[in-house]
């Protein structure tokens, strides 16, 4: 605990502190980070993303056509996905792919001395390996969330124009008349603190490897349920203070 | 001993403890501008970590290290960025960074602490490279290269900066006797035309006697000689006649039994045959 609040310290030093002080970190590399993290997450949040919207529509034509409420489907699959299931299942896919990563890559050069390398020229591991990915997360995650938002979006509609009596005209003037500008808002809100959490615990758990391969895959695997797990309670917590602040 | 020159480094009542085990045991030594001073000694004698003592990675349980005259045991980290850019590291792996290309490797001082133009860093990444017989292999990745070469790299990629002063872990292992012999006269020429100030650490005897103006032998924790070339070649200590002759039998401890082990080591050996037997009774 007391490393990762150590790196959270450094990173914020590093970001918003060394810069006024002439040491500004390159910017070359924070777009390398956003091409593996994000560009390359698309075809599996897309995929993700569609069927999780497809999934919504159908079970709530089964439970809507009941009550005789159809009409009411687009708003369900809108609001579930800005609110919930956009911001969670697009940060799962990305732990899964980029918090292990980030961890077993880090974890790596630890164990192989090219940190200590770096130390020894001067170059702050922190500077040079985390900044970056933390700054390319915190840009791709939401903007994945965003991208995952609308494919789902067309998932919902896929099956309502396809299997239910829906147009499209229909299908997104009653999505765009539930939704609001904050249930946007919120999950983007959500989302920009689970891409913090999910970087800060990857790069914490590679910089602390010790004991060699093994160390390697066993920082990898902790990495991946904290990162879960901090992210479904923080979930819960963010949701909790937006339900009860109204 | 030269005494006269400047001092660059000064090691001062150095201890180093892991846990019980006393690794380093007050180890004192000044190593002065211009020498190349050769620490050799067993393995598992303390060798490496004196040296990651003297780069700052480790800090001493007790003692200190001076670099260039401050004193490197107690600074902050910004502290210790200033000296570590007058100094050049070359790790036993070569420690390069395996996603970037050897060129980018040697680049990376370069890039990160000076304002030279892309052409510049270029030229000097390729003479750089030329200096240790690898004119051609910028765009080659660390996995593509032997392990002789990644060494190699790391001792172009430690001279990038020109430094004052050059740490080398076992500069010549996994190399061939020519190569062996490339990187001795690059060590030679750099501290005698520049002046560069070299600690190598090396159980390569042949190399050692060649490069070294002056060597410390370590063992037990402590300092068991030291002395010019000359001086340890006829050094009357049987340990010290012993290693550099590479004989098997002599006052060095070479097979311990696990309670010499332990009394020399003060570890008390884990139970692991005692723990498998257990393992295979419970899954039996």
Redesign the interface.
């Known amino acids: 605990m007391k490393n990762y609040l150590q790196l959270n310290l450094n990173l914020l030093y590093w970001i918003l502190i060394a810069p006024f002080t002439g040491q500004f970190f390159k910017i070359s590399p924070i777009f390398g980070q956003m091409v593996a993290i994000g560009v390359r997450a698309t075809p599996m949040v897309a995929l993700t993303a569609f069927s999780v919207g497809v999934t919504l529509a159908m079970q709530a034509a089964h439970s809507l056509e009941s009550l005789g409420a159809e009409m009411y489907i687009p708003d369900l699959v809108m609001l579930t996905l800005l609110r919930e299931m956009g911001p969670v299942l697009i940060a799962v896919i990305v732990i899964g792919r980029s918090c292990s990563a980030v961890a077993a890559?880090l974890g790596?050069?630890k164990v192989?001395?090219?940190i200590?390398?770096?130390?020894?020229?001067?170059?702050?591991p922190v500077q040079?390996l985390v900044v970056p990915r933390f700054l390319a997360m915190m840009v791709m995650l939401p903007a994945l969330t965003i991208f995952g938002n609308y494919i789902g979006i067309l998932g919902g509609w896929a099956v309502c124009r396809f299997a239910l009596d829906f147009n499209t005209a229909g299908y997104v003037l009653r999505a765009l008349e539930s939704a609001e500008p904050w249930d946007l808002y919120s999950g983007m809100i959500k989302s920009v603190v689970f891409a913090w959490l999910v970087i800060t615990i990857a790069c914490n758990a590679g910089l602390n490897v010790q004991g060699g391969a093994e160390g390697v895959g066993q920082a990898t695997t902790a990495s991946v349920v904290q990162a879960l797990l901090a992210m479904l309670v923080m979930n819960a917590v963010l949701t909790g203070i937006f339900f009860f602040s109204g | 001993m030269n005494t006269n020159g400047e001092t660059i480094i000064e090691v001062s009542d150095l201890v180093r403890k892991f846990g019980e085990r006393t690794v380093l045991d007050n180890i004192s030594f000044n190593v002065y501008r211009g020498e190349t001073v050769v620490i050799m000694g067993g393995s598992g004698c303390g060798k490496s970590t004196l040296l990651r003592h003297m780069i700052g990675s480790m800090k001493p349980t007790s003692g200190s290290v001076k670099l260039f005259g401050e004193d490197i045991t107690n600074m902050t980290e910004r502290g210790l960025e200033r000296v570590r850019l007058r100094f050049g590291m070359l790790f036993q792996s070569g420690a390069l960074l395996a996603s970037q290309t050897v060129g980018e490797n040697v680049a990376l001082p370069l890039l990160q602490h000076t304002d030279k133009s892309v052409d510049e860093i270029e030229e000097i990444v390729k003479h750089k490279l030329q200096m240790v017989g690898l004119t051609g292999f910028e765009d080659l990745k660390p996995d593509e290269v032997s392990g002789g070469m990644k060494k190699r790299v790391g001792l172009a990629r430690a001279l990038a900066l020109d430094p004052e002063l050059l740490f080398s872990d076992e500069p010549t292992s996994g190399l061939d006797p020519i190569m062996t012999a490339v990187v001795d006269q690059l060590t030679l020429k750099l501290t005698h035309g520049t002046h560069m100030t070299a600690v190598v650490v090396s159980h390569d005897m042949t190399s050692a006697f060649r490069i070294a103006t002056r060597m410390i032998m370590l063992g037990h924790g402590g300092i068991v000689a030291q002395g010019t070339p000359d001086e340890i070649r006829n050094s009357p200590n049987l340990e010290v006649q012993q290693f550099i002759h590479g004989e098997a039998d002599g006052p060095i401890p070479l097979n311990l039994s696990q309670e010499e082990h332990e009394d020399h080591q003060h570890v008390k050996p884990r139970p692991f045959v005692a723990a498998r037997h257990r393992f295979y009774r419970k899954t039996a």
């Not at chain 1, 390398?117 to 702050?124: D, G």
């Open positions: 890559e790596t050069m192989s001395e090219e200590e390398a770096l130390e020894v020229m001067a170059i702050n040079y």
